[in-house]
């Protein structure tokens, strides 16, 4: 599977966006799919994960109760909802699939990934 990750940007403090990954590939619809994200000197982390039907999600604690996973199948597209930003969520957010369809933060698991896009919370 191919991920094409968008929706990236420049955005104040307790602003909002939107994140999309879309998905090549007949199988989508059976993959748990993940959002992972890279700050500059850090290592790669987990933000959240849905499971192969939608009905399942996990979020790291950083983004508990801010952030919103969720995906249609019928568009081959996950999505991030995020609102109320902060300055430390800044950094390069990745999309990942993992064949298997049920959650898991752990990254390892996750056999494809998308390109990146880079999200900006600056005043």
Sequence with gaps: VQLQASGGGLVQPGGSLRLSCAASGRTFRSYGMGWFRQAPG???????????????T?????????????????????YLQMNRLK????????CAAKPTGW?????????????????????
Excluded: H
């Excluded at 979020?59 to 199948?73: C, E, H, L, P």
């Excluded at 959650?103 to 005043?123: E, H, K, R």
């Design 42 to 56: 850090k290592e790669r982390e987990f933000v959240a994960t849905i499971s192969w039907s939608g009905g399942t």
């Design 58 to 78: 996990d979020y790291a604690n950083s983004v508990k109760g801010r952030f919103t996973i969720s995906r249609d199948n019928a568009k081959n597209t996950v």
């Design 87 to 94: 300055p430390e969520d800044t950094a390069v957010y990745y």
């Design 103 to 123: 959650i898991t933060q752990a990254i390892q698991q996750y056999d494809f990934w998308g390109q990146g896009t880079l999200v900006t919370v600056s005043s």
